[in-house]
């Protein structure tokens, strides 16, 4: 009788003991490197959160990650909780919920999100129409489009604190910048400029950080590049433009040289009538033109600097 008592004391405490040991592990390794997804068992490496929202780590740059961003980018009109993608605890992830932007941690992505919020009222419509251009990093001779830029100075003077703060305690973690329309201008000349190293802040906190970023119907921010100074960075903005989106296509210089074949169509009784989204246009070439542009050879002047 005494053996077994013994014998059921002994399981027990084994069992108390293994118990506890797993509860240690668990408190230990807080984040852990495998979960299940469904029937199978997933590498998840830092995202905890995405791991029991019952998701799989997006492999970056894939298309699963442009579609999640694209969700980003939109949100920026109005950050609807319940629309956020999945794993995102808007309480613990949202760092700033501002009316031109927003800054959300995302761990399924394993990087640090801005995006910026296109035009919706006649301030951001003047924002957009500021086609002055302005000089953009000293030494490249390189001149943007004057509110455009203005609006990322704007949002960074906001977020830069906040980045380099998360981006130090997640260091493994990215930095991405989406938008749409005049948001996606906004995040090409972030890309840009925190990918620089004369003008990232993130070269001046001495952290090395991949910077990315996507735009959806991106208008056209550098206007003028004499020494093609931003080319190696092409690879880190990715825009996407659906069909022939006149914002996407419509930089200051390609709209100054569809005028003038506009006007040399319009003078050779060369061009086509259609209705476009309820628009009288012309269509020269691969150009379409509202009617009241037809008649500004002023325009031609815009390609140049100032």
């Known amino acids: 009788m005494e053996v077994r008592i013994q014998k059921r004391s002994l399981a027990l405490f084994f069992l108390v003991a293994f118990v506890a040991l797993l509860l240690v592990v668990n408190a230990v ?23 029991e929202a019952g998701l799989q780590s997006i492999t970056p740059f894939s298309e699963s990650e442009q579609v999640r961003v694209m969700k980003f980018a939109n949100l920026a009109y109005g950050l609807n909780p319940d629309l956020l993608p999945h794993g995102i605890d808007i ?3 949202l760092l700033i919920n501002s009316t031109t932007h927003f800054v959300v941690i995302d761990h399924c992505l394993h990087a640090l999100v801005v995006s910026c919020r296109g035009t919706v009222d006649m301030a951001d419509a003047f924002t957009d129409l500021s086609f002055s251009s302005i000089p953009f990093i ?8 004057k509110g455009f830029f203005e609006r990322m100075q704007f949002i960074m003077n906001q977020i830069n604190p906040t980045i380099i703060h998360e981006l130090t305690t997640y260091t493994r973690y990215r930095l991405i910048f ?3 329309s005049l948001g996606a201008a906004a995040a090409s000349l972030f890309t840009i400029y925190y990918n620089y190293p004369s003008t990232s802040p993130l070269t001046s906190a001495g952290l090395t950080v991949v910077t990315t970023g996507y735009g959806y119907a991106t208008p056209g921010p550098i206007l003028y590049d004499p020494l093609n100074a931003f080319s190696s960075y092409h690879t880190s903005f990715y825009a996407f433009t659906f ?4 914002v996407s296509r419509g930089t200051v210089a390609s709209i100054a040289s569809a005028l003038i074949q506009c006007e040399d169509a319009a003078a050779q009784n060369h061009y086509t009538w259609i209705s476009s989204y309820g628009l009288s246009s012309y269509v020269v070439r691969s150009f379409v033109l509202t009617l009241s542009s037809c008649s500004r050879p002023e325009t031609r002047s815009l390609t140049k600097p100032g």
């Open 138 to 145: 000293d030494g490249t001779g390189a001149y943007v489009h």
């Open 243 to 246: 069909h022939d989106d006149f």
């Open 29 to 51: 390794d807080d984040v852990p490197s495998k979960c299940r997804l469904g029937d199978e068992e997933v590498s998840v490496g830092l995202d905890k959160r995405c791991c």
């Open 178 to 180: 989406t938008g749409h």
């Open 91 to 93: 309480k613990k992830d």
